[in-house]
Each structure stands twice: as structure tokens, then as C-alpha cells.
């Protein structure tokens, strides 16, 4: 009953944004484009086939191959010894994960959704991120917890959370967090390759989503490094820090303030544990503004850990107190006009940066 639950909430998300939701973007032809889905399975396609101790767990990873098709294919390419299907029970299977992950192995433990990693933090705090340090160092675990995380769409307060805070205040983990395709292929690479723990919080919302990407980044070898942030649009007047779905939201805002004089630096940061402070403190020193956008709550959360450390080392360059925008400090409402006003979106970025340029905002546009 549970595995059918999900799947309609699975299908009820999806559907709520129509067939033309995972169109194509508007890119140049000249790009080559592939979806953050397919970048994920061909970065766990090109691992498996590199090293024979990488293995995919979880539930519907085989035979339904994904819940949202990520493993689409691998258990036809690799056999059910190296992509196995699970009961419906987390705090089992990551269990064995972490376990296989202290005998040599490369496990890769799907969650399908990392609401349900709550049944398993147990494994993913106590043990896998801190045998490392409690052993002197003789025994580590390579292992990384993938799954969709965040607000989705229609899935109610149990399947809509952000765990990026979360994670990210744990001592022992790696915490990363991809935007585009590019960052879901090399992350996902190095994050398989990492000697330590990683947790990879994915977002349902832009499994479809086209990108354009490099050669570069379709070579087998391509890695990204965790822990340094990447600026996705240059400038000058204000910083726009983000993660995840939100960089998406901060660019879309970028664009519209340009058209008003403002010329907005917007920042995707790609890992969240390492924090790329230096990246950060570096903007904010130039544009001497500062807004953070994520979808998780405000309090604890990352953007709050960012306002600290530029409070900390970059509070004499700031000309205007820092934004900062996250969700509602609620559980996430079901009906869909709350659930639109419980995340942020590209307005509510747009006039946080016009606050930090004490540009003046309209009583309309503030409501």
C-alpha cells in the first residue's frame, strides 16, 4: 500500500504541471542539451562501468527502473547484482549500504525521496559519517545517498521538505546539490568517486528539465570539484546566492532587474557541505549586497549560514542589510495556491535585491 501511495504522489506532482512541463528550453541549436534525468544516469551508467565495486540500491531501481527513470536501463546492463532492488524499508537497506560501504564497496543508495531518509538517519549520521573519525581513520565509507529533495509540487508536508540545512550541519558528510545537467553530471562523478559519505539532494522538479552542456562535460572522465561554487551570471550591483531549483528562480530574477539598471551576480553554490565561503565572501566584497535564496526553512537554514559568514568576514563591505529568502516557516500546505505562496519565486527575489539597492518597491509588488 505505501509503494502505491507514493507512486501516486509521484504521478499527481508530475501531472500537476501539464505535458508541456519537461518541454525543451529555448538554447541555442548549437548546444547539445540533455535533461538533468539523463545526465544523472549516464554519470551512474559511466561509473558503474568503470569501477565494478559501484552498485545502485533502493526501491523500484530495477525492475520499474527509478521512480522518476533515473536508473532507467542499468538493470538490463549491469544485472540485478549490481542494481538491486529493495523491500520498502530504509532503514534496512541503507543499513546494508553503509555496511558494503565499510567492506570496500561503492554503494549508491537511492532514496525515493529523501523525506524517507528519515527512517535511515540513523545509518547516515552515527555510522557513516562518523566512522571515519572514530576509527583513527582506518575505516571510511564511500558511499552516496541520492534522491529528490525539497518542495515538489502537490505532495503535501511529508514528501516536501528540504533537508539541505539538515545534512549540511553534520560534521563527516559531503552535502551536494546540482542546478543543471552539467552540475548533476559532474557531482554525481566525484560524488561516487569521494572517499566519504555524500549526501546528493536532487530535485523532482528538474529531472526533466533540458540544459545545454559542454563537451567537456559529456567526456567520461569529467568531474566537477565539491566544494567550490560556480557564478553563473556575472555582476556587479548585488550578490544572489542559491542552490538547487533556486538558481533557476535567481537567474529568471537576474534578468528582470537588469531591465531596471540593477546588475545582479548570481551564485549557484553546487555543494553546500564544504561551503565555498571564499566564492561568496569574494561577490558580496564587489557588489556590496547581499540575497540568499533556498526553499528550505528560514530558520537554521543555509541562508542564514551564509549571512553568518559574511557577517563574519565581509561585514565591513556590505552598503545594506542582507536579504534573505527561504520558505514559509510552516509545514508545506497541500492546496496549490498556498503551496505557491509557502516556496519562494523569481518576484519575491526580485524585490529583496530592489530592498538591497534601495530601489523603491511598489505597495502592489509587496503584497
Known amino acids: 500500500m505505501s509503494a502505491i501511495v507514493r507512486q501516486k504522489m509521484i504521478g499527481q506532482s508530475l501531472r500537476r504541471f501539464g505535458p508541456g512541463f519537461y518541454g525543451s528550453r529555448g538554447f541555442a541549436a548549437a548546444a547539445k542539451e540533455m535533461t538533468v534525468r539523463d545526465a544523472l544516469n549516464s554519470a551512474l551508467d559511466e561509473e558503474m562501468s568503470a569501477d565494478p565495486k559501484v552498485f545502485l540500491m533502493g526501491e523500484?531501481?530495477?525492475?520499474?527502473?527509478?521512480?522518476?527513470?533515473?536508473?532507467?536501463?542499468?538493470?538490463?546492463?549491469?544485472?540485478?547484482?549490481?542494481?538491486?532492488?529493495?523491500?520498502?524499508?530504509?532503514?534496512?537497506?541503507?543499513?546494508?549500504?553503509?555496511?558494503?560501504?565499510?567492506?570496500?564497496?561503492?554503494?549508491?543508495?537511492?532514496?525515493?525521496?529523501?523525506?524517507?531518509?528519515?527512517?535511515?538517519?540513523?545509518?547516515?549520521?552515527?555510522?557513516?559519517?562518523?566512522?571515519?573519525?572514530?576509527?583513527?581513520g582506518q575505516i571510511s565509507a564511500p558511499i552516496v545517498f541520492r534522491g529528490p529533495n525539497g518542495a515538489a509540487a502537490g505532495v503535501g508536508a511529508q514528501h516536501s521538505q528540504c533537508f539541505a540545512a539538515w545534512y549540511g550541519s553534520c560534521p563527516g558528510l559531503k552535502v551536494l546539490s546540482?542546478?543543471?545537467?552539467?552540475?548533476?553530471?559532474?557531482?554525481?562523478?566525484?560524488?561516487?568517486?569521494?572517499?566519504?559519505?555524500?549526501?546528493?539532494?536532487?530535485?523532482?522538479?528538474?529531472?526533466?528539465?533540458?540544459?545545454?552542456?559542454?563537451?567537456?562535460?559529456?567526456?567520461?572522465?569529467?568531474c566537477l570539484p565539491i566544494g567550490k561554487a560556480k557564478i553563473e551570471r556575472e555582476g556587479k550591483d548585488v550578490t544572489i546566492v542559491s542552490f538547487s531549483r533556486a538558481v533557476g528562480h535567481s537567474l529568471k530574477a537576474a534578468d528582470i532587474l537588469s531591465k531596471e539598471g540593477i546588475s545582479a551576480e548570481v551564485i549557484n553554490l553546487r555543494s553546500i557541505r564544504p561551503l565555498d565561503r571564499s566564492t561568496i565572501n569574494a561577490s558580496v566584497r564587489k557588489t556590496n549586497r547581499l540575497v540568499t535564496v533556498e526553499e528550505g526553512f528560514p530558520q537554521h537554514g543555509v541562508g542564514a549560514e551564509i549571512c553568518a559568514t559574511v557577517v563574519e568576514e565581509s561585514f565591513g563591505y556590505l552598503d545594506a542589510p542582507v536579504e534573505r529568502i527561504a520558505g514559509a516557516d510552516v509545514p508545506m500546505p497541500y492546496a496549490q495556491n498556498l503551496e505557491r505562496m509557502a516556496v519562494p519565486q523569481v518576484e519575491d527575489i526580485v524585490r529583496a535585491a530592489k530592498r538591497t539597492c534601495f530601489r523603491s518597491v511598489s505597495m502592489s509588488a509587496a503584497a
Not at 187 to 216: H, M, Q, W
Open 60 to 136: 523500484e531501481v530495477g525492475e520499474y527502473q527509478g521512480a522518476y527513470k533515473v536508473s532507467k536501463g542499468l538493470l538490463d546492463k549491469y544485472g540485478p547484482e549490481r542494481v538491486r532492488d529493495t523491500p520498502i524499508t530504509e532503514a534496512g537497506f541503507t543499513g546494508i549500504g553503509v555496511g558494503a560501504a565499510y567492506y570496500g564497496l561503492r554503494p549508491v543508495v537511492e532514496f525515493m525521496t529523501f523525506n524517507f531518509s528519515m527512517q535511515a538517519i540513523d545509518h547516515i549520521i552515527n555510522s557513516a559519517s562518523r566512522s571515519n573519525y572514530m576509527s583513527g
Open 178 to 222: 546540482p542546478y543543471s545537467s552539467e552540475d548533476a553530471r559532474g557531482l554525481l562523478k566525484a560524488a561516487i568517486r569521494d572517499p566519504d559519505p555524500v549526501v546528493f539532494l536532487e530535485n523532482e522538479l528538474l529531472y526533466g528539465e533540458s540544459f545545454p552542456v559542454s563537451a567537456e562535460a559529456l567526456d567520461s572522465s569529467f
